[in-house]
């Protein structure tokens, strides 16, 4: 009776045993035919990283047979994580359960080697779980790699399109800086034309004074004297020519006469020269390169700027300090090169006027020299080799802060008051002695120690030398041609 009641809970037990069986096959078919049909490629990696579960999503993701995947580990060889993506697979691995409720997640993009296609990009997503009674994590990964092909070539065609744009903003900024200094250039062609017909008009009287000025004053002379034989002669004249005499102040007009022809003599000298020197200025004639002589064009422009250089009010005069080399003909386009010199001494003279005389003492001070004249351009010419001729104009201006001295040579770059300058005047300068005669502009200054441009011209064009100086250091300034080094008595 015993072994009866036995065999019947033990039959009894065998068949909850084959039923919970059953339930447990059909739940892990219904949990592999919920995992193969899932869209995301799904992964169970237990504590040490080695692969326990593949779904088919993943198979096809990682284009392997679930064989070829579980037992062994795929973070480091088959699975990488990209840069971009801001975690590191060995957190990934070493993730321990923690102490508190809830479940770590851990998302970052990856790359999947793949044998004999393209490499995949995926989002993966970790989160801890259990298997087989386990601490294992299940890794979920969306194949993103389309997605991910078009947002980098979305980045790359942003890349280009800001070096497009880029480029576009570049030019168009080429053009004005070309049109304004084609502007520029147009009105010094215009002005040069201008002044060498003014010159031209004004040279023919001026010729005509000065030839006849010197018969005039002889003729008076012979009038005086023949005057001065008919007093010796009729020494009581009637009383209507005494009145007259007295009149006109014979005796002054005698001794008066010689000092007025005198000084129209210096009047009409000085309009020759004005002329002479307005005509070398704008060297019409000699629009194409020939030899010239560099000191000549340097008078001329210092000639046509003589009255900015007089002092006005409390200010002194501007003292010239000309120290020029023995300097053979330049070879060069003589108006330009001209122009370089006029835009060059006119800064020097702003810089000069932009101190006020009562500054004059505090920035004496600054320069450490007592005696030093703090209204001084200094023009030095020399050839020191055989193929170069250099020029250096220093002005005893207030100076200017690096910043400003590397911008100097910029288009439209100025730092005179709104409508005072155009910022092209050495931007022009520039390009005429760099590109027109591969020469070399270079810009010396310190606050409160001046400022000096140093121009350095081929002898010969043939042999331009074509290199520019960078704005660098300036250890060394002032030399002893600055004119912080110069005591004027």
């Not at 065999?7 to 069986?21: F, H, M, V």
């Not at 973070?75 to 990934?92: A, P, Q, Y």
């Not at 002889?218 to 009637?238: A, G, K, N, R, S």
């Not at 009149?247 to 000298?269: A, H, P, Q, R, V």
Request: proline fraction near 3%.
């Amino acid at each position: 009776m015993m072994s009866l009641v036995m065999n019947t809970e033990q039959l009894a037990l065998k068949l909850e045993i084959r039923q919970l069986r059953a339930e447990l096959t059909a739940s892990e078919n219904r949990f592999r035919n919920a995992m193969a049909k899932l869209g995301e490629g799904v992964i169970i990696i237990d504590a040490k990283g080695i692969v326990r579960f593949v779904n088919t999503a993943a198979e096809c993701l990682f284009k392997s047979k679930a064989a070829e995947i579980v037992g062994k580990e795929i973070f480091g060889t088959r699975v990488f994580e990209m840069k971009s993506g801001g975690f590191h697979t060995d957190l990934i691995k070493q993730m321990e359960a923690p102490n508190g409720e809830g479940t770590r997640v851990v998302e970052t993009l990856v790359e999947i080697i793949r044998q004999e296609v393209e490499d995949a990009i995926a989002q993966m997503r970790v989160v801890e779980t259990e298997w087989e009674g386990e601490p294992a994590y299940i890794a979920s990964f969306r194949d993103i790699t389309e997605r991910q092909k078009a947002f980098n070539a979305l980045q790359v065609r942003e890349v280009q399109l800001r070096e497009k744009t880029e480029q576009l903003e570049a030019t168009v900024q080429k053009l004005k800086e070309t049109q304004a200094q084609l502007i520029q250039t147009e009105k010094m062609s215009s002005l040069g034309m201008l002044v060498a017909g003014v010159a031209h008009e004004i040279n023919n009287p001026v010729n005509f004074i000065y030839g006849n000025i010197n018969h005039a004053h002889q003729y008076t002379q012979d009038l005086l004297e023949l005057l001065e034989l008919y007093q010796e002669h009729y020494p009581e004249p009637v009383p209507d020519i005494q009145t007259a005499m007295e009149e006109i102040e014979i005796d002054y007009i005698k001794e008066d006469l010689g000092k007025l022809f005198s000084s129209m003599t210096m009047g009409t000298e000085r309009i020759r020269n004005i002329v002479v020197s307005l005509r070398n200025f704008s060297r019409l004639d000699e629009a194409d390169m020939k030899r010239v002589d560099i000191h000549a064009g340097i008078d001329s422009t210092l000639q046509i700027l003589q009255s900015r250089l007089n002092g006005k009010g409390a200010a002194r005069d501007i003292q010239l300090i000309k120290e020029y080399g023995d300097v053979p003909p330049v070879e060069c386009y003589a108006g330009q090169l001209n122009q370089v010199f006029m835009n060059i001494l006119s800064n020097a003279i702003d810089a000069i006027d932009s101190l006020a005389p009562a500054s004059f003492s505090e920035h004496n001070a600054e320069m450490g020299s007592g005696e030093l004249e703090q209204r001084v351009i200094r023009i030095r010419t020399f050839s020191d080799r055989t193929d170069t001729v250099t020029i250096r104009i220093a002005d005893s201006g207030p100076g200017m802060t690096d910043e400003v001295r590397q911008r100097v040579f910029d288009p439209f770059f100025t730092t005179k008051p709104v409508g005072k300058g155009t910022g092209l005047g050495l931007s022009i300068s520039y390009q005429i002695v760099v590109e027109k005669h591969g020469g070399q502009l270079q810009c010396y200054s310190v606050p409160h120690q001046g400022t000096e441009f140093v121009i350095e011209i081929p002898l010969h064009q043939n042999a331009k030398k074509n290199s520019i100086l960078p704005f660098a250091s300036q250890e060394g300034w002032p030399q002893p041609h600055a004119l912080a080094h110069i005591k004027v008595s």
